[in-house]
């Protein structure tokens, strides 16, 4: 069980095109998702935290406007990535948090596999 | 500062060899750690949590040292596919419980 996908696995975009990637709790709700941006060599940098049926939270120095996130469902978050740059390039993983479920600790979060962005 | 700060490494060691990592916060309210794993181009995934009192799971223990804010991992009779990322993970105080910061994350490669 807690098995959250992600799709697509990766794309590559020209510059100024948007793309927008999905993150799917399969076998539980998600009251919360969280996604995150990881660059070559680097640790993953929580992007917003997204919660079902309201606004997500940004983290200091992400822009809101770039990079939109919808969280309709309880098993659905989407992360819209606006007129993207190659400095957009990275790797995008988002984690979802249940309700219930087969989890070792409380709130342990699951990460979806990632999307792979490359933007030229 | 960082908010979770680790040695990148990489340590490479021998099979069979113990191996410890170590790692700081800056916040000294944090409540929750972890110690979380990441193979190359994957995500990351929960290895263990760290205790006030010290953990041990198999033949990774953790130990969690608040009074000089440090966490630590121990990897006993390391194994070839031991080798990954190990990042220091640490839930700020103030979020919600589930947010958790990164650490950039201690490299480790395991030779036969």
């Known amino acids: 069980g807690a098995v959250v996908s992600q799709h697509p696995s990766w794309v590559i975009c020209k510059s100024g095109t948007s793309v927008k990637i999905e993150c799917r709790s399969l076998?539980?709700?998600?009251?919360?998702m969280f996604w995150y941006r990881q660059f070559p060599k680097q640790s993953l940098m929580l992007m917003a935290t997204?919660?079902?049926?309201?606004?997500?939270?940004?983290e200091q120095g992400v822009e809101k406007d770039k990079f939109l996130i919808n969280h309709a469902s309880l098993t659905l978050s989407t992360l819209t990535v606006t007129s993207a740059h190659p400095e957009d390039s990275s790797f995008y993983i988002c984690s979802a948090v249940g309700l219930a479920g087969p989890f070792r600790e409380g709130n342990e979060q699951f990460f979806g596999p990632g999307t792979r962005l490359t933007v030229l | 500062r960082k908010e979770v700060e680790q040695d990148p490494g990489p340590f490479n060691v021998p099979e069979g060899a113990t191996v410890a990592f170590n790692c700081t916060y800056s916040?000294?309210?944090?409540?929750?750690f972890f110690w979380y794993r990441q193979d190359c181009r994957k995500e990351p995934k929960l290895l263990m949590s760290?205790?006030?009192s010290g953990n041990e799971d198999g033949r990774f223990t953790a130990q969690l040292n608040r009074a000089s804010q440090y966490i630590s991992l121990l990897i006993r009779d390391s194994k070839l596919s031991d080798s990954a990322t190990y990042l220091c993970?640490?839930?700020?105080?103030?979020?919600?419980?589930?947010?958790?910061?990164f650490g950039s994350g201690t490299r480790l490669s395991i030779r036969p």
């Open positions: 076998d539980f709700q998600a009251t919360t």
């Open positions: 993970v640490v839930n700020p105080p103030g979020s919600s419980a589930s947010k958790i910061i």
């Open positions: 760290v205790y006030s």
């Open positions: 997204s919660n079902e049926g309201s606004k997500a939270t940004y």
């Open positions: 916040n000294s309210a944090s409540q929750s």
